[in-house]
């Protein structure tokens, strides 16, 4: 047996991630195909015509996918730059809007919105990033942009395969009314700890306590993510700790304060740019889907309580848990520099 293969439940083997790759002809002709594939000698290379083909077929397990993922390289097309989207926060900038050149990520979180957003759980490379550059020029030459490129993925996860974060670096090098967050559970600072740091880079970590990371599958544990922020931010990075999504685990207040205080033994509070607090919400269409695709998931059978479409905790027990976090953070952090997400914003 392959020692990269994975073991289901019922023993049988899948394939290692990304050992198919289908490949849109446009893509296969696109510079960044060459670097990608070299990535990956052994795979087997299928040529498309449309991502959508492959992607968007029905009755695909998501979460069987997710076990052996295959690489879809594509071209992107249409839009290609979003207003950030409600269920996120703006950090109190104006101009927000997110992109994203992958679809899909290499972690599998069990709250993932992801799964009930997408068809598949393979990963769609959209390779024409300087199409995307194009249209933020765009925005630019109207009014300052606040960007999100790595929602929808884990980019900094994937540099060792797309450079992606490296390109967008670059880009923001030459625009400084553009400010791009890139945000991460990865502990791969070190793929881009060569560069030099950029104020207008926002280099942003999601922590969250073991109990928590242990639904959080292929995820680097929280000391390596907490290692990856502390090396960025002594290189002189912007960084933001995002504890999103708070999940309301039995003991979850205990949970959170030994973790905070783990998390400003390892990080100076005073350097940290800005925390980001917010509990567990999804889309109720998702939460059904994911639910069917993860019907032994605890953490997704809550008793949600459901307003306006969306899916989250009862509010006085969140409410007490996001005032404890906050006035632990506090502590440490300026809370002026505390941004947490209510939902009736
Ligand atoms: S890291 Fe984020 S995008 Fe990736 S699986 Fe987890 S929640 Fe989803």
């Known amino acids: 047996m392959n020692s990269l293969n994975t073991v289901c439940p019922a023993r049988q083997t899948f394939n290692p991630p990304f050992s198919r790759i289908y490949a849109e002809r446009e893509a296969l002709a696109h510079p960044r195909a060459a670097q990608v594939l070299s990535a990956f000698p052994a795979s087997r290379v299928i040529v498309i015509d449309h991502y959508k083909d492959v992607f968007n077929r029905t009755h695909q397990s998501f979460y069987l996918?997710?076990?052996?993922?295959?690489?879809?390289?594509?071209?992107?097309?249409?839009?290609?730059?979003?207003?950030?989207?409600?269920?996120c926060q703006d950090f109190g900038n104006?101009?927000?809007?997110?992109?994203?050149?992958?679809?899909?990520?290499?972690?599998?979180?069990?709250?993932?919105?992801?799964?009930?957003?997408?068809?598949?759980?393979?990963?769609?490379?959209?390779?024409?990033?300087e199409d995307i550059f194009g249209e933020v020029r765009a925005l630019l030459a109207r009014h300052p942009v606040y960007l999100c490129v790595s929602y929808d993925t884990d980019l900094l996860a994937l540099e060792g395969i797309t450079g992606l974060v490296r390109d967008w670096i670059a880009f923001?090098?030459?625009?400084?009314d553009l400010t791009l967050e890139i945000r991460t559970k990865s502990a791969a600072f070190s793929r881009i700890a060569d560069l030099a740091p950029l104020q207008n880079v926002i280099l942003a970590w999601t922590l969250s306590p073991e109990a928590a990371a242990r639904h959080e599958h292929r995820v680097p544990s929280p000391a390596l993510r907490l290692q990856s922020a502390l090396h960025a931010l002594r290189a002189g990075?912007?960084?933001r700790l995002c504890f999103d999504p708070l999940l309301l685990l039995p003991d979850a207040r205990n949970l959170y304060r030994t973790f905070i205080e783990e998390v400003f033994r390892t990080l100076p509070g005073d350097q940290i740019l800005d925390i980001g607090i917010g509990p567990f919400r999804i889309s109720t269409e998702y939460l059904k889907r994911?639910?069917?695709?993860?019907?032994?998931?605890?953490?997704?059978?809550y008793p949600f309580e459901v307003t306006d479409g969306s899916a989250s905790y009862d509010r006085t027990a969140m409410h007490a848990l996001m005032d404890e976090v906050c006035s632990l953070i506090a502590k440490y952090?300026?809370?002026?520099?505390?941004?947490?997400?209510?939902?009736?914003?």
């Open 65 to 87: 996918q997710k076990q052996s993922q295959a690489l879809i390289l594509a071209v992107k097309k249409g839009t290609l730059i979003y207003p950030g989207a409600p269920f």
């Open 94 to 129: 104006s101009h927000f809007y997110y992109t994203s050149s992958v679809m899909n990520c290499i972690y599998d979180c069990e709250y993932c919105y992801l799964q009930g957003m997408y068809p598949s759980g393979n990963l769609v490379l959209f390779l024409n990033l």
């Open 172 to 176: 923001a090098g030459e625009h400084p």
């Open 237 to 239: 990075w912007p960084v």
């Open 290 to 301: 994911i639910r069917r695709s993860r019907p032994a998931c605890a953490i997704l059978s």
């Open 333 to 345: 952090v300026n809370p002026d520099k505390i941004y947490r997400y209510e939902e009736d914003n």
